[in-house]
C-alpha cells in the first residue's frame, strides 16, 4: 500500500500538480464485530421414574446374553441374602415399608461361541416402598457394609468393599464382595471369587441386583454393568423436569 501511494504523489509531482494526494484519513471508525448469538435454551433434564411394578419391570430372558437358564421369580427364602446387608442377621425397618416387589433370575452367558458353560447367575429384587422405606433401605446398606466391611464364616471370609456410589438414579451404592476359604482337592487347596451387589433408589423405589461368576469364577465387571443398564432400562420410564 505504502509502495503504490509514493508512485502516485512522484507521479503528481512530475505532472506538475500542486500538492500530493490526501492520505487516507485514520480517523475511521473500526468495524463493528458482529452481536454474538444468543445461547441456546436448555433442554428440560429427563427424571427416571419407576412405573407399576409387575414382573415386566424386572430382567428378561433377552438380557441374559446368549441361551441363559432357569429364568424366573426368586424363591421367597432367597429374599434375605440379596436383600439384607453385610452382618444383618434380621430384616431391616425398611421391609415394614414394602408395598409391591417383583423378582428375576437366572444364569447368563454373554461370550460368543466355542464358550459354551454359562458364565454367572443374577437376580434382582425391585421394591417399592410405603413413606420413606426406599430411603431408609438403601441407608442399611450404607450403615452396614461401613460397619461389617469384614466377615468370618468358620473357614471362610467375605470381605465388602463400595466400589462406587452416586452412578444412576436418585442414589446408587456397588459393592463388591471377596470371598476366600478352603476348597476340595489337595491340602491347601483355597478359592478366591468376588461378587457384586447394586443398590439403586429412584424415587420410592430400589433395586437390588447381585452378580455371581460361575461356580468360584468371578463374574465380569463389565457384565455387572450391562445388567445394572438393563435393570433400569426395564424398571424406569423418563419424565420431563
Known amino acids: 500500500m505504502r509502495r503504490a501511494l509514493l508512485a502516485l504523489i512522484v507521479l503528481a509531482v512530475a505532472s506538475g500538480c500542486g500538492s500530493p494526494a490526501p492520505s487516507p484519513s485514520s480517523s475511521a471508525p473500526p468495524p463493528t464485530s458482529a452481536a454474538p448469538a444468543p445461547s441456546p435454551t436448555p433442554s428440560p433434564t429427563p427424571t427416571l421414574v419407576v412405573g407399576d411394578v409387575t414382573p415386566a419391570r424386572v430382567l428378561q430372558v433377552a438380557d441374559g446374553g446368549r441361551d441363559p437358564y432357569g429364568y424366573g421369580p426368586m424363591r421367597a427364602d432367597d429374599l434375605a441374602p440379596v436383600l439384607r446387608p453385610p452382618c444383618a442377621t434380621a430384616d431391616g425397618a425398611s421391609e415394614a415399608l414394602m408395598a409391591k416387589r417383583a423378582t428375576a433370575t437366572m444364569s447368563y452367558r454373554f461370550s460368543p461361541p466355542p464358550l459354551d458353560s454359562l458364565e454367572g447367575d443374577v437376580s434382582e429384587v425391585l421394591t417399592r416402598y410405603r413413606n420413606d422405606g426406599a430411603n431408609r433401605f438403601v441407608a442399611e446398606w450404607r450403615t452396614g457394609v461401613a460397619a461389617c466391611p469384614h466377615e ?52 420410592d423405589a430400589a433395586i437390588v441386583l447381585t452378580v455371581y461368576g460361575w461356580e468360584t469364577a468371578s463374574p465380569k465387571r463389565e457384565d455387572v454393568d450391562r445388567f445394572v443398564q438393563a435393570a433400569v432400562a426395564r424398571a424406569t420410564t423418563e419424565k420431563s423436569a
Not at 468358620?154 to 452412578?167: C, E, I, K, P, S
Open 152 to 203: 468370618q464364616f468358620n473357614q471362610t471370609t467375605a470381605d465388602h468393599t463400595v466400589l462406587g456410589t452416586g452412578f444412576v438414579g436418585d442414589e446408587s451404592i456397588l459393592v463388591s464382595t471377596l470371598r476366600q476359604g478352603p476348597y476340595p482337592g489337595p491340602p491347601g487347596t483355597t478359592f478366591s471369587t468376588t461378587h457384586y451387589t447394586a443398590i439403586i433408589r429412584i424415587g
